[in-house]
């Protein structure tokens, strides 16, 4: 994947890909979403893309036999070889790569509200494209342009039909604003269907991200989630294993808590998170917690794989939150648009300069996420 800026030009191996679903060069930090506003079907990106779904396929088609490592190896070579495909500029590998986002399939330690963002980015840049598909002489079919922006609209309506309230509430996201856009740009008028979701509860998903801190390829760093009391003390119920919250508290990730209003914002900005360090501490600040109640769940992770930071950088990005009795915290929580977020290395990287360190890095970061860049 070569980065388009004239001033870098750099062979990109692994863009960074950032909690809203774009992806940026690692050299220049310049955005590489304008690689998905010129599709084309080479030889070579079909070819990947054929071998990814025949990976999902068989996936699919032994579920109920394969078990552990073995299933996980399946879906993973599927998703990374749909990643590879959509990078060299495939719509229809974009599409399966929204798709493993939107049903789950990856990046477990981003929040429902993340992946649904993400997935969105990738079904609406095939479905909203103002481009021609191009065609290499030697692909294998021929492909129908309008078709597949089609099928990207139905998929991205379906999805936005049950996501979560906190993204359908902003109009980029609202599914009736969509399906007006998908009407006047592809005449084509879609009713999302409005299945139930069988997707998790938001107790599960908080653990899923604070479970995938010991991931040791791409662990969280850094986000903070929203839980009712009874959320949050069924939270602490949840477990893998010998592996739950208590336990991952004691292990290094750190867990604070504090109290929200009924929109989710911060109930007073002079409050500090409440930090759960051991079980006793826990238990205690459980027993008080109104069930009815909401809270904001903010966690800091120096365990499992970090690309980008080691200790010192970690350090100094986790000094930089905890500052001014978590100012930039309890910021991200009132004004970053009410929603849940988890962080990776990638997304502080992106700010991080010769003269800008890390600390510096994440403030440049909240204070983009804050003002809905």
């Known amino acids: 994947m070569i980065c388009h800026n004239d001033r870098c030009g750099k062979e990109v191996e692994q863009p960074l ?16 979403g304008g690689d998905f506003s010129a599709f084309s079907i080479t030889e070579e990106n079909e070819e990947l893309y054929i071998l990814s779904e025949r990976s999902y396929y068989r996936w699919l088609t032994n579920m109920k036999l394969l078990r552990g490592k073995a299933a996980q190896k399946l879906i993973d070579r599927a998703v990374e070889l749909c990643r590879e495909s959509a990078q060299l ?14 049903k789950d399939y990856v990046e477990v330690n981003r929040s429902e509200a993340v992946r649904c963002r993400i997935a969105y980015a990738y079904y609406s840049a095939v479905c909203f494209s103002d481009a021609e598909l191009k065609e290499e002489s030697g692909v294998g079919k021929r492909y129908d342009w309008h078709e597949i922006r089609c099928r990207a609209a139905k998929m991205m309506l379906d999805m936005l039909a ?10 980029k996201f609202d599914v009736e604003i969509n399906r007006a856009k998908v009407r006047a740009k592809l005449g084509i008028d879609i009713s999302p269907a409005r299945a ?3 997707k998790s509860g938001r107790d599960e998903q908080a653990f899923s991200v604070l479970y995938s801190c010991f991931s040791k390829a791409r662990a969280p760093l850094f986000g903070i989630f929203r ?5 949050l003390k069924s939270l602490f119920k949840i477990n893998i294993g010998r592996m739950d919250a208590y336990r991952m508290a004691e292990r290094g990730v750190f867990l604070g808590v504090i109290g929200c209003d009924a929109r ?10 409440v930090a759960l360090r051991n079980r006793r501490r826990t238990d205690e600040f459980l027993a008080e917690v109104s069930e009815n109640a909401l809270y904001c769940v903010y966690f800091f992770n120096e365990n499992g794989g970090h690309r980008f930071f080691g200790k010192y950088g970690l350090n100094a990005v986790k000094k930089s939150l905890e500052e001014s009795r978590f100012d930039l915290v309890k910021r991200l929580i009132a004004d970053g648009g009410m929603q849940d977020y988890t962080f990776l290395d990638d997304d502080v990287y992106l700010y991080k300069t010769t003269m800008r360190g890390a600390g510096d890095a994440v403030k440049k970061l909240i204070a983009a996420v804050c003002r809905g860049e």
């Open 17 to 32: 890909e950032l909690y809203d679903g774009s992806w940026a060069c690692p050299y220049c930090k310049r955005e590489m």
């Open 89 to 102: 500029g495939n719509p229809l590998a974009v599409l399966r790569l929204g798709f493993f986002y939107d």
């Open 162 to 171: 049950y996501a979560p309230e906190e993204v359908t509430r902003l109009e």
């Open 196 to 198: 139930e979701s069988m």
């Open 227 to 231: 839980l009712t009391g009874a959320e």
């Open 264 to 273: 989710g914002s911060v109930k007073d900005m002079a409050d500090t998170p």
